[in-house]
């Protein structure tokens, strides 16, 4: 198992910006897929942003094309999410995750991913 913690979450005004750090502990995480998710009130959690365990590709939402840009550094053991122009339909609890099996490609559903931060909350609100 990866542990996993979040950080950078908090309260910014439309148009702002915010970065989500999650550092992971525990395991190999260079060779792991990670992703973000996030879940509104109300509603079901939702692929965000996902990267390779090389950071040779990345993937995401088609809300957040073009605003948010994930990347990784295996060398601290962190994924990164910085999110620019935010809006107020990006708010929610964003949680990192680690994917269950080693090399393995990203693929953008819940099941995937075996291991889950706690969640830092984003509110974007003027």
């Known amino acids: 198992q990866v542990q996993l913690v979040e950080s950078g979450g908090g309260l910014v005004q439309p148009g702002n910006s915010l970065r989500l750090s999650c550092a992971a502990s525990g395991r190999t995480f260079s060779n792991y897929p990670m992703g973000w998710f996030r879940q509104a009130p109300g509603k079901e959690r939702e692929f965000v942003s996902g990267?390779?365990?090389?950071?040779?590709?990345?993937y995401y939402v088609d809300s957040v094309k073009g605003r948010f840009t994930i990347s990784r550094d295996n060398v601290k053991n962190t994924v990164y999410l910085p999110m620019n122009s935010l809006k107020p339909e990006d708010t929610a609890v964003y949680y990192c995750?680690?994917?269950?099996?080693?090399?393995?490609?990203?693929?953008?559903?819940?099941?995937?991913?075996?291991?889950w931060g706690q969640g830092t909350q984003v509110t974007v609100s003027s």
């Open positions: 995750a680690a994917g269950r099996r080693p090399l393995d490609n990203v693929v953008q559903t819940e099941a995937a991913f075996g291991s």
């Open positions: 990267i390779r365990w090389n950071g040779g590709r990345t």
